[in-house]
């Protein structure tokens, strides 16, 4: 019988974190002050964020960053998360590839976002914070930072997304199992949320949005930090626990990938996964290829410009140097929400200038369909977004089937979709759709903002 | 650091259930014919379950039974659970005791029902059988045959209590992703079914009528077979995996348990994670309590009556010698549908008799309060029925701070709540209260009923 999954001993577990930066070739651009266009410095980001997390952000030179001993304490509640051999997976397709999953839904709130939260909460509580913020679209990285907090005494201010507040309750519950107070966004609690809710009572809010509710929040708030959920360097950082578990738990079951494929929102799931085994292309010449799944409805990677963007639809962030739709631009109403953004990270960005990865987008139709075949063939119901990095696994197992190649294949399960079975009805009743975008849409959703490029 | 978590490598898991009726010194007393009320023989069983299943059922000889090796390699899908050491609880409530559990949520279908479910399959494929079908309340062990059927190939057709149906789509939704085909109850299917809707068209079902409906499609279709998720002593039988995996993982942690506690339904996840420990207790004169948490709303344990009785409402099954309600007794409708039963199984019953184990009762409010506390400083969002567990440990835990004993306390987490949230919202909202029973109530559920005893 063959082996299943591979746990790490917790003495096993990774100590530091890896920072990518300091291995590229060409390192990431700066970041800039959009008022001056001056590159920012981590001082220049201490009002928003923990100074700790500033320096990570831009630190280019440290390969490997300590993991404070207390957030390696709180990884061991869920860590080693299993590196799973996909076996019933490669049966139903009758593959000869062999198909590895990293399995982050077995964290206790569901996915690898709390491999972020944890240290986010940490070094704020470090510096004596007494309160955090964030904002939460369909409530991953929401419910994981309301644990975190609740972990280390924290207070947690979530803004999420009215329509996500309104539509997912599940998620909003969680988060208030956990102590955290979620304010549904746009609302009276901020001069943001105000503005607009004079101007339009019955909006039903945007990531956008929520986002200028928590940056504000905490910039008006003695002792309160804002934290957030990917795109950022420092995030990446913290998930790169993933992939230097997966690389221990590759050499247990005596392989190393060909592919490794993780879902694509802001980045920070797929870097984490990769960068561990990017540094060996890297530094070795190791020929793994590296594949982001976005959805076909918002195609940053495979369609989207390199640019100076902002972060947020606001403008309220610094500049970015990043692949983006435009930082107007308005997915279209998909069920992986958190892969709804129209940017992706700096590293990410200049990683895939540079060819050292590749971007792949998924029709959502697609990515049900491969979801229901692995949750019948492996028992786990995958998220929304997990179904995009799965059904882009698929495609390459069914290249090895016509080709006859048994490759190794790691995929980064990000999290289950236990709360999201509304999703799977629509699918299973038919009523899924795919969005279509013509040249013409991006082309307009790119001009159309007031360029910070012009 | 304290070590966390403990897992068992693939060669460390049990190849064999415990069957605790070898060891008891006092066997169960036998099923009765309900007509002729001769004891049952397995072939008697035949017409409903798979026939190893029934040989199991009535097996008081052999105290090891052979698990077959394809079973074991899907429980390489999950198992070994973690073994948890609960130290963000401990230091919750500030106790000396040391507090383990063992986390079965962490089952693809997030609850312990799964170590029965693919034995039941795998059983019904082995001889032939197409298609399996069950009944299922809250949707927990659904949820797991539907999975366990499509791993095997089996066709599964559920009857779901139709107010579970229409009020938690979630679960519903998961079978139906598992690809079983799933019917509130009571349906037009059976003749069950249509006799109650022609006399109470708008009847919301009960989990009495639908296992009459699945009983009477298994006996009326070739080549299917009944299957069901808790009280019968083959499906104890396959839940001891859960303890003899403890029972390592304890040697691991270089503890021994002086307390384990489950919650109680139908004693399914009582069993399994006690009888491996109770054995000591049997054999070697072990001191061990042994706890089973119930509602105060279902508290057939503490107050009920050892008799023989019918396990269902209608009066379809053997007579069962248990303690119990009366099979006429109607539950409030706490959210632990898990833990909604009139009757304890067979074996629990005599042991309980016998002073081998004790019941204690927890008020819904008490269940949910534990809940909570439990997620904050664990992470893990238990399940309605887990809570009562917790509730029990909790009681426990704070009687060692009273004296000042660290004793070592083994619970068992059935499943998680991520699919419960509601509950939890009620709970939170204020709108959670607790049911209780006059002795005037149960002895009108004893005597109501047409006593078989009679």
Chains 1, 2 share one sequence.
């Not at 577990?13 to 291995?23: E, F, M, S």
């Not at 207390?70 to 019933?88: F, I, Q, W």
């Not at 964290?107 to 470090?126: D, E, F, R, T």
Request: with cysteine; net charge negative; glycine share 8%.
């Amino acid at each position: 019988m063959k082996q299943k999954r591979y746990f790490l001993s917790e003495a096993d577990l990774p100590k530091q974190w890896y920072n990518i930066q300091a291995d590229m070739i060409h390192k990431p651009m700066p970041l800039l002050n959009p008022v001056t266009k001056q590159p920012m410095k981590a001082e220049d980001l201490y009002p928003i964020f923990a100074k700790e997390l500033c320096h990570q952000e831009l630190n280019q030179t440290d390969r490997w960053i300590e993991i404070p001993e207390k957030v390696r304490e709180m990884y061991t509640y869920y860590r080693s998360t299993p590196l799973v051999r996909a076996t019933g997976l490669e049966k139903a397709l009758d593959t000869p590839a062999h198909i590895y999953f990293k399995n982050e839904s077995v964290s206790p709130v569901g996915s690898h976002k709390l491999n972020s939260a944890l240290a986010q909460a940490y070094y704020c509580k470090m510096e004596g914070v007494t309160n955090v913020t964030t904002e939460t679209g369909a409530g991953q990285w929401g419910t994981a930072l309301s644990y975190a907090a609740s972990l280390f005494g924290l207070e947690a201010a979530v803004y999420q997304v009215k329509i996500s507040y309104e539509q997912k309750p599940y998620r909003r519950s969680m988060m208030q199992v956990f102590g955290a107070q979620v304010t549904p966004s746009p609302s009276m609690s901020t001069r943001a949320g105000k503005d607009i809710l004079t101007v339009n009572p019955n909006y039903q809010g945007s990531l956008g949005t929520a986002i200028s509710e928590a940056v504000e929040l905490a910039r008006m708030t003695p002792g309160c930090k804002y934290t957030l959920g990917s795109v950022m360097s420092h995030v990446s950082l913290h998930q790169t626990v993933i992939g230097l578990e997966a690389e221990k738990q590759m050499e247990m079951a005596e392989e190393y990938p060909d592919i490794v494929i993780a879902c694509f929102g802001g980045g920070s799931n797929f870097g984490g996964i990769s960068f561990p085994f990017m540094r060996h292309n890297i530094l070795e010449g190791k020929k793994t290829k590296f594949i982001a799944a976005e959805p076909a409805s918002c195609p940053k990677l495979t369609r989207g410009k390199f640019e100076y963007d902002f972060g947020d639809e606001s403008g309220y962030t610094p500049l970015l140097p990043m692949f983006t739709l435009g930082h107007k631009f308005a997915p279209a109403n998909i069920h992986a929400g958190g892969l709804r953004y129209h940017g992706a990270g700096v590293i990410v960005s200049q990683l895939l200038k540079d060819g050292y990865m590749e971007g792949v987008d998924i029709p959502q139709t697609e990515s049900f369909g491969a979801g229901c075949l692995f949750a019948k063939a492996e028992g786990i119901i995958p998220a929304p977004e997990s179904c995009h990095a799965i059904a882009a696994t698929i495609r390459e197992a069914l290249k090895c089937k016509e080709s006859g190649e048994s490759k190794t294949i790691l995929f980064n399960l990000s999290g289950h979709g236990l709360v999201d079975m509304s999703a799977y009805d629509q699918y299973l009743a038919g009523n899924i759709t795919d969005f279509t975008l013509s040249d013409e849409d991006i082309r307009k959703s790119l001009g159309e903002a007031d360029s910070p490029n012009q």
